[in-house]
């Protein structure tokens, strides 16, 4: 079992960056490809990035690709997300998740909200 609690949200102006975080407790995180998702309201869920369990592979949505970084820190148990020169459509609940493959998300965060003005 893995608690994931994110941190880190709020509101910026377009154009600004921003680093969350997610922090795991309970169990270790380092079996687990760890990935961020976010929700916009009325939309569907949708992939953000990943990275496999040491770290040496990330993934990226085409939306985000080159704007932001996904990291991990096996020893604090906390993965990060930063995200540079964001876009009003990057406006979002941003939600952790822990899978065992990268298709296939077991935990879930309760999410931290990232607001964009123009």
């Known amino acids: 079992q893995v608690h994931l609690a994110e941190y880190g949200g709020g509101s910026v102006q377009s154009g600004d960056s921003l680093s969350i975080a997610c922090t795991a407790s309970?169990?270790?995180?380092?079996?687990?490809?760890m990935a961020w998702f976010r929700q916009a309201p009325v939309k569907e869920r949708e992939f953000v990035a990943a990275?496999?369990?040491?770290?040496?592979?990330?993934r990226y949505a085409d939306s985000v690709n080159h704007r932001f970084s996904i990291r991990r820190d096996n020893a604090k148990n906390t993965v990060y997300l930063t995200m540079n020169n964001l876009k009003h459509e990057d406006a979002a609940v941003h939600y952790c998740?822990?899978?065992?493959?990268?298709?296939?998300?077991?935990?879930w965060g309760q999410g931290t909200q990232v607001t964009v003005s123009s």
């Open positions: 990275i496999s369990t040491p770290g040496l592979t990330t």
């Open positions: 998740a822990a899978g065992s493959s990268w298709d296939r998300y077991i935990f």
């Open positions: 309970v169990d270790t995180i380092s079996s687990y490809v």
